[in-house]
């Protein structure tokens, strides 16, 4: 298998820190969609990160798909997924919060760095942010509740979206979510990034080695 995309995008690190702790090797390569646009269209028209070309060159793409068809890769060696109805649902309510938050922080850092200054709407601008602090805020909430693993042998899905998302938030965005109102969450992903597979996987513009 062959994962397209740049370590600096959150979707596609969940996806390389999740397919280590699934036991699947894949071959990483370090596309941008910007820089890199040509050469991503020619490997998916659609340009969209992560990409995920199987090993009979279908490609899929969208992070939480790439992850199902991971899990059934995996099959009863490894899930990351919990089978109890009730710790599913809290495992599927953190991904949810942590996605959320991340998918406003793209906003917040795109608002900034791809419209024009004099063309930013401060209305917009002032809503996502709110959605941003309201999404971690329930995030901080359900891991102070029930405190996720942050080992290899334990660590689920949601620890791992959690911890990933986090951590891309404070790269861009550390003065709109501070990371002093959020101290669960903080402690929780400076364990997490001590995982060998998230060292293997650092964000960043860099590679995963195979």
């Given at each position: 298998?062959?994962?397209?995309?740049?370590?600096?995008?959150?979707?596609?690190?969940?996806?390389?820190?999740?397919?280590?702790?699934?036991?699947?090797?894949?071959?990483?390569?370090?596309?941008?969609?910007?820089?890199?646009?040509?050469?991503?269209?020619?490997?998916?028209?659609?340009?969209?990160?992560?990409?995920?070309?199987?090993?009979?060159?279908?490609?899929?793409?969208?992070?939480?798909?790439?992850?199902?068809?991971?899990?059934?890769?995996?099959?009863?060696?490894?899930?990351?997924?919990?089978?109890?109805?009730?710790?599913?649902?809290?495992a599927l309510r953190v991904i949810g919060l942590a996605l959320a938050g991340c998918e406003k922080t793209v906003q917040i850092v795109y608002e900034h760095g791809l419209r024009p200054a004099e063309k930013v709407h401060a209305p917009w601008l002032a809503r996502i942010t709110a959605q941003a602090l309201a999404a971690y805020g329930a995030l901080e909430e359900e891991l102070a509740r029930r405190p996720p693993a942050a080992d290899s042998a334990s660590i689920d899905q949601a620890g791992v979206t959690a911890a990933v998302v986090w951590h891309f938030t404070q790269s861009m965005l550390p003065q709109v979510v501070p990371a002093k109102d959020f101290p669960v969450l903080q402690a929780f992903?400076?364990?997490?990034?001590?995982?060998?597979?998230?060292?293997?996987?650092?964000?960043g513009d860099g590679t995963y080695p195979v």
């Open positions: 298998m062959q994962l397209i995309g740049m370590l600096d995008s959150p979707y596609v690190r969940r996806i390389a820190v999740s397919l280590q702790l699934l036991g699947l090797p894949f071959e990483h390569r370090s596309v941008s969609v910007f820089r890199g646009f040509d050469e991503f269209s020619r490997i998916n028209p659609v340009v969209k990160a992560p990409t995920l070309v199987c090993d009979d060159g279908t490609v899929l793409m969208d992070s939480t798909l790439i992850l199902q068809y991971a899990e059934g890769l995996a099959g009863v060696r490894r899930s990351l997924m919990p089978t109890g109805a009730a710790e599913r649902q809290h992903t400076a364990r997490a990034e001590q995982m060998a597979q998230f060292r293997a996987a650092p964000h």
